[in-house]
């Protein structure tokens, strides 16, 4: 069946990171309703093989197609590395939109023959897939990449702004792989929490590029071109979670800026 544009937005993350991504969408776009579910029991991504997190994004799109949704973002790097094509060809009767394309394209036009930095998750790096995609766009752009796998659960657990966050931060981004860069791309959804700590340890000389702005206006342009941009009317959000503890609901406030009642969904019954 043809998507409407009344149907909503699914958005997936292997947690509550992706909502960095569901806020971005909802500034941009604040008629659309969002079903966004955060597969909290398979929490990180990161560490985790290409095909277990296959696994669990196909199970979670599942979910997103049963609960009518007209689109699927995977608000999620480490996914988008090891599930996007594979669910490309799952589910073809909607569009699936990664974090990793709109980036590519934005730093492409912008960065031409520079040399840009990365970080993200061990996922996410050893994929190889950001190297590639900046091959094939063909715009003299050299990545510079490094794996930082404290990071995101630094993050999850409430640890940034305080004097453990500096001292991991300022280690990774020390590393030489990092040296000379023109700009430094933010290649996981958690990151944008710490995007301040990261430009001040530069001195607010880099541009430290995150892709949740890119992502939903890449969303945005999706809608706008295929008639499915929902203009008017109130907005429904619903936030489904593989596994439920009290301390993930009260971090939501942090990544999507707004309190949120989460609803247990589990993937396996
Ligand atoms: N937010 C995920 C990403 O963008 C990383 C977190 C995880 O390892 O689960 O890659």
């Known amino acids: 069946m043809k998507p409407v544009a009344d149907q909503p937005v699914g958005i997936f993350d292997s947690g509550i990171g992706g909502l960095t991504v569901a806020n971005s969408i909802r500034q941009i776009l604040p008629n659309e309703s969002l079903i966004y579910f955060g597969d909290t029991a398979h929490l990180p991504y990161g560490d985790k093989s290409e095909a277990a997190i296959q696994a669990y994004s196909v199970k979670i ?36 939109i990664n974090v990793i394309d709109p980036m590519v394209e934005w730093v492409s036009e912008h960065y031409e023959n520079k040399r840009i930095g990365l970080i993200g998750t061990k996922r996410t790096v050893s994929s190889g897939v950001y190297s590639r995609k900046f091959i094939e766009a063909n715009k003299g752009i050299v990545l510079q990449s490094l794996a930082t796998p404290l990071l995101a659960p630094m993050i999850e657990e409430g640890f940034f702004d305080n004097q453990i966050s500096h001292e991991i931060i300022a280690q990774y981004l020390s ?88 609803e247990r969904y589990p993937l396996w019954n």
């Open 61 to 96: 799109a599942d979910v997103l197609l049963k609960k009518g949704c007209k689109v699927i973002v995977i608000a999620c790097n480490s996914a988008s590395s090891a599930a996007y094509e594979l669910l490309k060809e799952y589910v073809r009767y909607i569009k699936i």
């Open 175 to 262: 590393d030489p792989e990092l040296q000379n860069i023109e700009a430094l791309i933010l290649a996981c959804t958690h990151y944008p929490l710490i995007k301040k700590e990261i430009s001040q340890y530069y001195n607010d000389r880099l541009p430290i590029l995150d892709s949740s702005s890119i992502v939903a206006e890449a969303l945005k342009s999706y809608l706008t071109d295929n008639n499915l941009l929902k203009t008017t009317g109130p907005s429904r959000h619903h936030f489904l979670v593989s596994d439920y503890t009290d301390s993930f609901e009260a971090s939501t406030q942090i990544f999507f800026r707004e309190a949120v009642h989460l």
